[in-house]
């Protein structure tokens, strides 16, 4: 813009409400953890001492929490691979269609606004060992199923939810990335002869791939962050740690185990990896990974 | 359409309806689990097909109490959400429609830092600073209030970045035009801003709005009172009592209410979601 106002002061009362927010819950808090993270308090918040980087070296040195990122990575990449696999198969066969595209895509996108903990519990009462219509189900061919006591297929259940309300999301976005392939590549395609299925992955698939990458940075940042809910209502980061990932760690040690230096210190390393995040979101979506 | 595939287009027409039905398939069963009463769980499986209890179910958990140690009902907590909602979404796209405004329109010191700051924010999710944040909000004492529940969500990198390239994209000509004629700032940006960012405030209304309708985190730790608990956190409090305990139907029918709102608003504003939704991740 080339033209500006020339008011001197209206800019800084305008910007005003928006930084005393950002500083007050935002900035401070973090300084707060990133101060919190150097020290050691006692459980009752009386008196606390300077540890250096204790705290870092200790959750470095706590195999439970190589256990979390190992639980994170599988859970995220897990949700991930399963919506975006899941979203592109439905939005390439509702890019066929031409009756009722609209009514497909309208019952298909809804649970975006189901809440996370409300998805985990839907799925809880489908899978719940004593009563579950699948998880019954699943016990007349011969799978003993139990959330509560197998680590294993509590990871299952969470993903199954974190993924149910994803795919929808991922399905928007590559039904518009299916839009914008240029029908004159895929009729000349046709013309030579190519099936379907060589047309998607020859010639459609590798145009769709900013979309793609530009999805698993936000199903990453997704399964991350906001899953939380997922998780707390249904399996609480159980059973043992099997489900309890990184950002459910930080929330139980801080919040039910008191140890606020570990919590802090944790609060500081996923500050760091949502840094990382974003910056990769923003050099390469905007730079767009393209042909 | 390239060619006619009659046996492709049967497949995905299945595979469309396969997709739905399994998206649907919880629901399903949520609303069916809503009609008994609570000793048809007991009895080791849920029934498939509706119960008669449905109007006493849902009549109790709306109207007299939500049940399972809650002694308030849905509608209360129902409001408490649509407040926090409310809140968040309105608090959100004011501050930063008037921060983007700023930025964009006006030539002043320490402009890039102002812009830096909000930038941060993206970075700062309310998942990773929770423990501090929840201590500042106690500090101020406003555990258990409605500014509680929405000051600390509401600061907002995206929705800033979306009005800041919607500006950018207004003609210099205009700004020019609007001071010839003797407009100031604040009449430029009621007359003029305004009404050509009415649909990138529609629809980022209606994300916002769902966003702030589903925290959860957030009223979790805030509210240990019933008057202030939101519709979706409450749904933990409901599942906490011991295990067996659960009053599974009253747990349904709260959250069918719980996602209610947010679905309808998907649906019934379905080109503005999707607006907002492909907006908000520019």
């Known amino acids: ?291 | 359409m390239i060619e006619n595939r009659p046996w492709l287009t049967a497949i995905s027409h299945l595979s469309l309806l396969l997709g739905i039905a399994m998206v649907a398939l919880p629901v399903w069963v949520a609303l069916v689990a809503s009609t008994h009463p609570t000793e048809a769980f007991g009895s080791g499986e849920i029934p498939l097909w509706f119960g008669d209890q449905a109007i006493q179910n849902w009549g109790a958990v709306l109207f007299a109490k939500a049940g399972n140690g809650i002694d308030v009902p849905v509608w209360s907590m129902m409001l408490n959400s649509l407040v926090m909602a409310l809140g968040i979404t309105i608090g959100k796209i004011a501050i930063s429609i008037l921060s983007a405004y700023a930025i964009v329109f006006f030539r002043f010191p320490f402009r890039g830092t102002a812009f830096w700051v909000i930038f941060i924010t993206l970075m700062l999710p309310v998942e990773v600073r929770i423990v501090p944040t929840y201590e500042v909000v106690a500090n101020l004492d406003m555990l258990n209030s409605y500014s509680g529940l929405v000051l600390p969500l509401i600061a907002s990198a995206t929705a800033t970045f979306l009005f800041r390239q919607c500006f950018m994209t207004v003609p210099g000509e205009l700004v020019e035009a609007a001071r010839i004629d003797g407009a100031g700032p604040i009449r430029f940006f009621f007359d003029i801003l305004m009404p050509l960012s009415r649909t990138n405030i529609a629809a980022l209304f209606v994300i916002m709005f769902i966003y702030g309708w589903n925290q959860y985190l957030w009223p979790l730790i805030v509210t240990t009172d019933d008057a202030y608990y939101t519709l979706v956190m409450s749904i933990k409090r409901m599942l906490s009592v011991e295990q067996g305990d659960v009053e599974w139907n009253q747990v349904m029918v709260t959250t069918l209410l719980a996602m209610l709102p947010p679905v309808l608003v998907v649906v019934g504003m379905q080109k503005l979601f999707v607006k907002g939704l492909v907006d908000a991740e520019k």
């Open chain 1, 1 to 291: 813009m080339s033209v500006h106002f020339p008011q001197k002061k209206l800019p800084y009362l305008l910007l005003l409400p928006q930084l005393v927010i950002t500083f007050i819950f935002f900035l401070w808090p973090a300084e707060q953890a990133i101060e919190q993270a150097f020290y050691q308090e006692d459980a009752f918040g009386l008196s606390r001492e300077f540890v250096g980087l204790d705290n870092f070296i200790d959750i470095f040195q706590d195999p439970q929490y190589y256990t979390s990122i190992g639980v994170t990575l599988i859970f995220s990449f897990s949700v991930a691979f399963l919506g975006m696999a899941l979203a592109l198969w439905l939005a390439v066969m509702a890019d066929r269609v031409i009756r009722g595209k609209l009514a497909y895509q309208t019952l298909l996108i809804w649970p975006y606004a189901v809440a996370p903990a409300l998805a985990g519990v839907l799925w809880w009462i489908l899978f719940d060992p004593s009563m579950g219509p699948v998880a019954l189900w699943l016990e007349t061919v011969g799978v003993e199923w139990n959330h509560f006591l197998n680590g294993d297929q509590a990871m299952i259940l969470v993903v199954i939810s974190a993924t149910w309300k994803q795919i929808s999301y991922n399905f928007l976005f590559f039904l518009a990335g299916l839009q914008a392939v240029p029908r004159s590549l895929i009729e000349a395609a046709a013309i030579d002869g190519a099936s379907p299925a060589k047309r998607f992955w020859d010639i459609v698939f590798p145009l769709l791939s900013p979309t793609t990458f530009f999805l698993l940075v936000v199903n990453l940042v997704y399964a991350f962050f906001d899953t939380f809910g997922v998780i707390d209502a249904t399996t609480q980061g159980g059973p043992g740690v099997s489900t309890a990932t990184m950002v459910y760690k930080v929330f139980n040690d801080g919040f039910i185990g008191l140890d606020l230096g570990s919590s802090a210190a944790q609060s500081v390393v996923l500050m760091g990896l949502v840094g990382i995040m974003t910056v990769v979101q923003f050099r390469y979506i905007e730079r767009k990974v393209e042909y």
